[in-house]
């Protein structure tokens, strides 16, 4: 799988194409240009998915992150979250935090297999026409600190 970093504002039209493929209300490509401005802001596409980050005061967000439903399931969800976790500890962050739909549940399971863990719930945060607002669970992980030096155990 091919991924690569962006953190300029020429692929916004790409970012925007992927994330209509992945959800219903979609944003513009004005809405991630203006996002990938943001020297803090930064985002990782493959061919099917991305995930759009921002990092402040040691900490960082996933903004969004979307794969093509054709590309579910084939570990491009995961691999675009270590992505990001890397790339969120590269700017200085130590923990990353998280909105996500109470229902979405394979959101929820990847989430977990990385360490994220809940600690709060935005009541009615998920709002859409004709449907009843959803629930968000907010989640944190720590990013572990880069390794420092070589591998070797002494004693």
Known sequence: ??????SQTTDS?????LHAQCFA???SADSFSALLAEPAT?????????ILVRVAGGESEILSLGVTPAARRR???SALLAEALKGARARGAAAMFLEVAEGNLPAIALYKRHGFAQIGCRKGYYTSPGARPADALVLR??????PVGNSVQLG
């Open 25 to 27: 209300e979609a944003w």
């Open 141 to 146: 992980v720590e990013i572990p600190s880069a």
């Open 42 to 50: 930064f985002a990782t596409i493959s061919d099917d998915g991305f």
């Open 75 to 77: 570990g491009i969800g």
């Open 13 to 17: 039209n790409l970012l925007a194409r």
């Open 1 to 6: 799988m091919r991924m690569r970093l962006l």
